[in-house]
């Protein structure tokens, strides 16, 4: 009879301990987010085992700082430079080679001199504009995918964090199982299915520390990292509207500004220059196989104005259910939060155990997880939707 009141005793000492543990509520993010589980010391097992807990830390880098470094190490970057000079002084040569400027047709190889001359300084103008857009576009790609690897670190962190509270809770779970046990209140298959949960929970929480640093990895070889660096990134996840604007609007706009639909136009242009300046009797191409080049560039620029119109429309139409969809999530949040109220309040008054309260908080974390990763894969899809040539 002792016995079991000790042991009772231990199980009342464990929720007393565990209600000293409960969730504080703390602005993190750039969202109506604000509920944080406050991380201190760390979870000891009852192997002997621990698992850290992380502290609330000030962060390393934020987004434009990873960029900038990702920009200034790409190598890629430094050789898409270096063909700018190389372009123009390629272009000041084709220049000074230029005898006169042809208008039309010509014929023989007198004419043949001259328009070959002309072309060649034609190619070599439009190869700087080019190798400009080249840089341009590339920086940009680079900013896309430093962004896609920044958050995919936030991601892989947010998960780590719910499968290190799942094993706390999990832990709690098996301790009290056994007590239960012990004291006959419980089963064996209750004890074992407890203990399964525990080690189930602890393998999910490995393979998130193994996740998080392959995104680590990913991030650092674009910023130009050793590849064990580890630092902590500026919590900034905040829902990235796209502007409010007609769909045809934007699509006309996109189809302007693209470096790629414009490198078309000036390869049509070019295929064009070869049919006004077509030099007879000079041993070039048939003159019909010139035309043929013009109508294959028309096409091929046709073509990518087309995918980049069904694209976009495709986008367009998963951001607007992506929005929607952020909204149920707000809503899903926003219920969540009142439940974690509702819970605590309950705890006061004696109504539930301590571990209820850190269920429903888990439950707080994971729909908050879900709702940071609905911003992420807007804004990405958004930033596609801005500049299609970026990926």
């Not at 703390?26 to 604000?34: A, F, G, R, T």
């Not at 080679?97 to 007198?110: F, K, L, R």
């Not at 301790?175 to 602890?202: F, M, P, T």
């Not at 986008?315 to 509702?342: F, G, R, V």
Request: proline share 2%; hydrophobic share 35%; with cysteine.
């Amino acid at each position: 009879m002792n016995q079991s009141i000790r042991k009772m005793g231990c199980i009342l000492s464990i929720t007393a301990i565990v209600s000293c543990n409960t969730v504080g509520a703390q602005e993190m993010i750039k969202l109506p987010v604000d509920i944080l589980q406050n991380q201190t010391d760390e979870i000891q097992l009852a192997t002997g085992e621990i698992i850290p807990k992380e502290e609330i830390v000030t962060w390393d880098y934020t987004y434009e700082e990873l960029v900038n470094k990702a920009l200034n190490s790409s190598i890629d970057l430094k050789k898409a430079e270096s063909a700018i000079d190389r372009a123009d002084y390629v272009k000041d040569d084709a220049n000074d080679a230029i005898d006169y400027t042809p208008t039309d047709t010509g014929n023989g190889d007198g004419d043949s001199k001259a328009d070959g001359e002309y072309k060649a300084y034609k190619r070599s103008e439009i190869n700087l504009e080019k190798s400009k857009k080249t840089v341009y576009t590339l920086k940009e790609k680079i900013a896309y995918r430093v962004k896609n690897a920044y958050y995919d670190v936030l991601k892989k962190e947010d998960a780590k964090k719910i499968a290190r509270f799942q094993v706390e809770l999990k832990n709690e779970n098996k301790e009290h199982a056994q007590l239960k046990y012990e004291l006959g209140v419980a089963s064996e298959l209750e004890n074992k299915e407890a203990k399964r949960a525990w080690q189930d929970s602890k393998k999910g929480y490995d393979l998130t520390v193994t996740d998080l640093e392959k995104s680590y990895e990913v991030l650092n070889d674009l910023a130009g990292f050793d590849v064990k660096e580890r630092y902590t990134l500026k919590d900034e996840i905040s829902f990235e509207k796209i502007k409010d604007e007609d769909i045809d609007t934007h699509i006309l706009g996109a189809i302007n500004e693209s470096p790629e639909i414009w490198s078309l136009e000036k390869d049509k242009y070019l295929a064009e220059l070869g049919v006004k300046l077509y030099v007879f009797n000079a041993g070039n191409d048939p003159y019909k196989a010139k035309k043929i080049d013009v109508k294959t560039a028309g096409m091929d620029l046709s073509s990518k104005k087309q995918a980049y119109e069904k694209d976009l429309r495709n986008d367009y139409n998963s951001l607007k259910q992506l929005e929607d969809q952020y909204e149920k999530d707000i809503i899903a949040y926003e219920k969540a939060k009142d439940d974690l109220k509702t819970a605590q309040l309950q705890l006061e008054i004696g109504n539930i155990a301590p571990i209820q309260v850190k269920n429903v908080n888990l439950q707080l974390e994971s729909t908050k997880k879900q709702l940071r990763e609905r911003i992420i894969s807007y804004n990405m899809l958004a930033m596609k939707y801005n500049k299609p040539w970026i990926i």
